[in-house]
């Protein structure tokens, strides 16, 4: 295997301050600041979410809520957190990274508790081909074509890529993939380790990555589901291909102990997160290409994500602490995968 170098993109630190939408000024001084932080591809639907939430709470408490937000790259986001950025709210791509920063003790409760066990939103890992599916992409086999040019995102620092191996691992082993027998850990890691070497670049974040894509670079990108209806329903020409298995993303949210208690704001970010659930703030969520855990919104909106024939959970990997230490610890499968593919052996 010649040796294939990966290109590690930066993205900035961004905060994006958000201002109050509706209602009469208030008084001065009667207003908070809530500091979200959230994995990039569901930027634009807290766009429309927060200004509701905003209007609810002035409306409730004739408090005025500014909202600072920082979106990174999943796994960026929640180390950031841990290094020190106090946000109050986080909303990250996957549970692993809560778990990070509830391991260093800055989320003391459970987080899990309740209905939805922490989970705002889901997703399914996809692809976007060039319009016309010019390589002829149907499935996971596909990609492992010679010369083909792959994008998706770093593990280190995004979500989506951790959700986009565990897709294309899991699937192998599922016996979805021609010529990988199915429970077969070392045939399922060579189609990995296959499908790495087409891999031109990986950017720190999942939008970043599509971001790429709509510029020209690549001919595939492994994605979330929802950045390919994003992006067509924004007039990008290419085109959805779901494959014939794949991984439900379940994307969680929580509350910070450490800095709602440090910024007297634990009142106004648990009403943020009820909010988020809310059949208005769900509905969102949908028009932005999200599944939603909502059901009454969920059925409205079914319809518009296509039936895959295999989809699976965390738990067939034995959950997120079997997932870190076997697929992506020192010694896990992805890890040895994208040595190989480094040195060219």
């Given amino acids: 295997m010649k040796t294939k170098r990966i290109l590690i993109f930066a993205t900035l630190f961004t905060f994006l301050l958000v201002s109050c939408s509706g209602g009469d000024e208030p008084e001065s001084g009667n207003e908070t600041k809530l500091i979200l932080g959230a994995y990039t591809t569901p930027r634009e639907a807290y766009g429309e979410i927060i200004p509701l939430f905003q209007d609810f709470w002035y409306s409730k408490t004739g408090q005025r809520v500014i909202f600072e937000e920082s979106y990174l790259g999943s796994g960026a986001q929640s180390r950031a957190i841990v290094n020190g950025f106090e946000a109050d709210v986080v909303v990250l791509s996957l549970e692993a990274d809560v778990n990070r920063i509830q391991e260093e003790g800055l989320i003391t409760h459970d987080w899990k508790q309740g209905e939805y066990k922490g989970i705002v939103t889901t997703s399914v890992v996809s ?32 979500g989506g890529a951790m959700w986009n191996i565990l897709g294309l691992y899991g699937a192998a082993l599922r016996g979805h993939v021609e010529g990988v027998p199915a429970d077969d850990p070392d045939s399922a890691a060579a189609f990995l380790c296959q499908v790495l070497s087409n891999v031109s670049v990986m950017d720190k974040a999942a ?71 809310s059949s208005q703030a769900q509905a969102i969520y949908a028009d932005h290409g999200l599944r939603v855990v909502n059901p009454e919104v969920a059925a409205e909106s079914e319809s518009q994500y296509p039936p895959i024939d295999d989809l699976f959970t965390v738990q067939y990997f034995g959950g997120w602490e079997e997932i870190m230490e076997n697929i992506f610890g020192e010694e896990g499968v992805y890890t040895r995968a994208i040595l190989q593919v480094q040195i060219g052996e």
């Fill in 127 to 158: 692809f976007a081909v060039r319009e016309g599916n010019p390589e002829n992409i149907q499935d996971w086999d596909d990609l492992a074509q010679s010369g083909l040019e792959v994008l998706t995102p770093n593990p280190n620092t995004s």
């Fill in 207 to 277: 939008r970043d990555s599509i971001l790429n894509f709509e510029n020209g670079i690549g001919d595939l990108a492994i994605t979330y589901e929802n950045e390919v209806i994003v992006g067509r329903q924004s007039g990008q020409k290419y085109k959805l291909v779901l494959p014939t298995s794949s991984i439900l993303i379940e994307n969680p949210i929580a509350l910070v102990d450490a800095s709602v208690d440090k910024h007297g704001t634990r009142e106004v970010a648990e009403a943020f997160i009820d909010f988020v659930y």
